[in-house]
């Protein structure tokens, strides 16, 4: 967060055009909910290539990135499509290098939240027993065995996530760049505080956050930048605001599935679409086709 300005609302194209470059590590976050699909799309429709990204479960959106050859590298724990099955995208990529290789880097979710905090705490490294007696650190590299200087146990280390810049989808944000998020909030928090530059997507801007259960606040100094993209979380839902929409998920797949199939549908309903009120009028009663 060092040098950080306050939050500044502006236009979603804006704030990637500004925040986002070629060969950065992108963190776009968000689990089951508010996964900031409209950022997404901008990050592709802008055409950023060499990108590492990073995410703990990627979904559509990666699915997305990866087969427009947004991603040369993937840091992840788990990734599909939820309730349907494969990413296709991302194993064409990874499994016949189209539309060109990926690497990957596999931890587990207990590895990635902690490499999150350790980023967002200002620590080189996190400590868990989670790796301990599995297989996992043979095929990971980023994973090494640390004895414990008090017990002598042996634990695992991680390394600290510190993206580039990361970007979440929340509900809500005042005028003064405070952010809301409530329901599931997942890594949200720590993927942001862990970032060099932040931008956040926003249901609405609203003059003062009420208090809700569970709520988790981000201060305006932890944003760069808050653009508001109604429904931007979509297919996702957001808690408050709109359900999830299952049928696009499930409609994904047979998209997904063929190159030619996905390439021009990236085109009609993202590439040509000026944003994402667009991308959602395009995709209208259809869904996927």
């Given amino acids: 967060m060092e040098g950080r300005r306050s939050a500044e609302v502006t236009s979603l194209r804006e704030a990637v055009a500004e925040l986002v470059h070629d060969g950065d ?59 349907v099955g494969s990413l296709h995208r991302f194993r064409d990529a990874v499994e016949h290098g189209w539309p060109h290789p990926l690497e990957i880097e596999e931890h587990s979710h207990a590895g990635m939240a902690n490499r999150y905090v350790a980023g967002a705490s200002n620590l080189p490294f996190a400590v868990l027993r989670g790796y301990v007696g599995t297989d996992l650190p043979k095929v990971t590299k980023t994973i090494a065995p640390v004895r414990c200087p008090f017990t002598g146990e042996e634990l695992m280390a991680v390394p600290a996530l510190n993206p580039d810049v990361s970007i979440i989808h929340a509900q809500q944000a005042d005028r003064r760049g405070n952010v809301a998020i409530w329901g599931i909030t997942g890594i949200q928090k720590e993927a942001v505080m862990a970032a060099k530059r932040a931008i956040v997507t926003v249901e609405e801007v609203v003059e003062e956050l009420e208090p809700r259960p569970f709520q988790v606040v981000l201060p305006w100094v932890a944003v760069d930048a808050i653009a508001v993209v109604a429904k931007g979380a979509h297919p996702s839902y957001a808690d408050g605001y709109y359900d999830r929409d299952n049928t696009f998920y499930e409609g994904w797949d ?36």
């Fill in 254 to 289: 047979p998209v997904s599935r063929d190159r030619e199939r996905f390439r021009g549908w990236m085109e009609r309903h993202v590439l040509g679409a000026e944003d994402f009120a667009e991308h959602l009028r395009s995709i209208g009663e259809e869904v996927v086709r």
């Fill in 25 to 83: 590590a992108v963190a776009l976050e968000g689990f089951t909910h508010l996964i900031p699909t409209a950022a997404a799309h901008e990050v592709i429709r802008q055409g950023f290539k060499e990108l590492t990204l990073i995410r703990m479960t990627p979904d559509l959106i990666y699915d997305q990135m990866i087969g427009m050859g947004c991603a040369i590298r993937l840091i992840f724990s788990w990734g599909g499509n939820p309730g």
